[in-house]
């Protein structure tokens, strides 16, 4: 079975940080490129920020570029994103998810992903 686990999310005030994982279990971390999607009352699903499984590279969305850090510690199965200078629009339910894309550039696109976590809430508010 192939699980993503999302976890770091909570309460913060505006400009503040929250650091989320994504625990992947059930296949190799290395071969699978992850995304981070979010979706907000009333508003589709979008996708953030992804991290490619070859090189490392990564792609931010430009309304979190300069704020947000993906990362990946394959050792650990774990890919996280920094959140710095939040602010209320980015609340949401977070996910991650994998895509079986080893030799391929990461996709901020949801159609590729097979593999989604549960999600976890992340709230913006003074």
């Known amino acids: 079975q192939l699980q993503l686990v999302e976890s770091g999310g909570g309460l913060v005030q505006p400009g503040g940080s929250l650091r989320l994982s994504c625990a992947t279990s059930?296949?190799?971390?290395?071969?699978?490129?992850i995304g981070w999607f979010r979706q907000a009352p009333g508003k589709e699903r979008e996708g953030v920020s992804c991290?490619?499984?070859?090189?490392?590279?990564?792609y931010y969305v430009d309304s979190v570029k300069g704020r947000f850090t993906i990362s990946r510690d394959n050792a650990k199965n774990t890919v996280y994103l920094q959140m710095n200078s939040l602010e209320p629009e980015d609340t949401a339910v977070y996910y991650c998810?994998?895509?079986?894309?080893?030799?391929?550039?990461?996709?901020?696109?949801?159609?590729?992903?097979?593999?989604w976590g549960q999600g976890t809430q992340v709230t913006v508010s003074s």
């Open positions: 991290i490619s499984s070859s090189d490392g590279s990564t």
């Open positions: 998810a994998a895509e079986n894309a080893r030799f391929s550039l990461c996709t901020i696109r949801e159609g590729p992903y097979d593999y």
């Open positions: 059930g296949f190799t971390l290395d071969y699978y490129a």
